[in-house]
């Protein structure tokens, strides 16, 4: 995703999140900071994505790899499965809650 610049993503997601505060901005700056290993801010991003637009089913499998990294597991497994209430058909969900359940996360 990031591929070496990750300072530099951060801060356009950073700035089309500032210009256009969106689900889809939230969700965006939500997983480059999941993918740095910022946590809590990843999940505070992507929390609001889930409360701006509460069927993004993106952002609800992002928030559940964020929660399930901080071992908060169960909180994850509700996001996935909210996921999965809105996309039947989605595998990272799917994937994740097999995961999960086989202690794997």
């Known amino acids: 995703m990031l591929q ?14 500032r210009l256009e505060p969106s689900a889809k901005a939230h969700k965006n700056l939500g997983l480059a900071l999941l993918y740095v290993r910022q946590l809590p801010e990843a999940v505070a991003h992507l929390e ?3 409360r701006i637009e509460p069927d993004f089913a993106t952002a609800h499998e992002f928030l559940g ?27 990272h969900a799917r994937r994740a809650l097999e995961m999960l359940s086989a202690g794997v996360r």
């Open 4 to 17: 070496g610049r990750t300072t530099e993503a951060l801060v356009h997601y950073e700035t089309a999140l």
């Open 65 to 91: 790899d964020a929660l399930a990294a901080q071992g908060r597991q169960a909180e994850a497994v509700a996001h996935f499965q909210r996921a999965l209430q809105i996309e039947p058909g989605s595998e």
């Open 48 to 50: 609001q994505a889930v």
